[in-house]
């Protein structure tokens, strides 16, 4: 039998590298593996032995950038997807029975915020009744943005939608609630007049988005459940005071990484977009093989909803909110190609090193600068739950509304003048 250390790395190159322009399901990926490391001059074939050291070496540290590995070729056998509607009865059908009273608190701005309006969308086709609670003021410009310009589709699908200020929720909603959803706040004083109120109303159950964002860099990525996380962040302070509140049903905690998605409102993909619609040269960080994760918030929303389902199942765990396979930043930058109807071969990518080029790279590119990615090993495992959007289908999508938008006409030199400097740089 291999090592713990072994088949954790062999794991993460198998379900990532090699897989730098596709995000098809891969939940029943047999182990028979074969890797090629030509500029190694290493092979490791699954035989179900495996040394620590030879796995040591199949994966590159959190901080490399896969220098010196100049092919690398990956065959496995995998059965097709399961379809969406099979994947959420894995995830516990809903029964009359069964229906849930559900507050979801949600940020009005950011990333997450998505998330909520899919998650709100999500449990009322599950048959639960949501009340979709909007931290801040009805009147505010962050509320001239999607998702929140589309909350006609919540109404008119049943879902109650409020707004107010989180620390004065129990005057801004009515009843009581079985569950309660925070995804606004991000450390204690934001999150603890919630979980108080939520108590002392008689909710079971408490869930938690966290972020992915928690965990310390490790050298055997991908991040997993119980992974080391940084002891003073916020969302580790209110995890474990979540977890000790006292809910009868259990709090659950769930870690996002980057999302994308219809009424995404942060520039996420559109950062590609911007270049290629143009026909202009993408910047990219180091090598272009640093691997993340980005996924569909249809996807985030089914894991969440599916812990609501199952609130027996999910009850005191940690999840990673995020899909089950990785690209490489200049995989991405082919898939938003194809995405917008291009020859991924004419567009131009061009590496640099940000310091170099004298630039903060967090100006300058939307992602972390390193190997950041997770596996949603929990979600499968107790809440049955598999990942079923396809990137490309979904990035195809955005780039439609990004022409919709006008946005692909607009005059972006002052936007695009940082890439202007990087590029003058590498000449």
Known sequence: MANGSA??????????????????????RRSSLAFAFHSKNLQAVSSGRYSEANAATLLPS?????????????????????????ARQRGGAVTA????????????????????????????????????FIAGDESSDKNKKEPFTKLEELRSAGVKVVWGSPAKVGGAVEGSFDTVIDNNGK??????PVAEWALSNGASQFLFVSSAGIYKNTEEPPHVEGDPVKADAGHVQVEKYLNEAGFSSGAAFFRPQYITGKYNNKDCEEWFFDRIARDRAVPIPGSGMQITNITPVTDLAAILAAAVNQPEKAAGQVFNLVGDRGVT???????????????????????????KADVDVKKAFPFRNVHFYAEPRAAKKLLGVTPQAQLLDVLTARYQDYVASGRNKKDLKDKLALDDKILKSVK
């Not at 450390?187 to 603890?192: A, G, N, T, Y």
Request: aromatic share 6%; with cysteine; proline share 3%.
């Open 7 to 28: 088949c954790r790395s062999l794991s993460a190159v198998g379900s990532f590298i090699g897989q730098t322009e596709s995000y098809t399901c891969q939940a029943n």
């Open 62 to 86: 959190l901080n490399s950038s896969f220098n010196g590995i100049s092919s690398i070729a990956l065959h496995a056998t995998q059965r097709p997807c399961t379809p969406a509607s099979q």
């Open 97 to 132: 029975s069964a229906s849930r009273k559900v507050l979801l608190v949600n940020t009005h701005a950011g990333g997450h915020a998505v998330i909520g309006f899919w998650l709100a969308k999500q449990l009322q086709e599950d048959g639960h009744k949501v009340t979709f």
């Open 187 to 192: 450390d204690l004083e934001s999150v603890q």
């Open 329 to 355: 930043f200049d995989g991405l930058v082919r898939l938003a190609a194809k995405a917008a109807g291009k020859d991924p071969k004419e567009v131009k990518i061009v590496h640099y090193d940000p310091k």
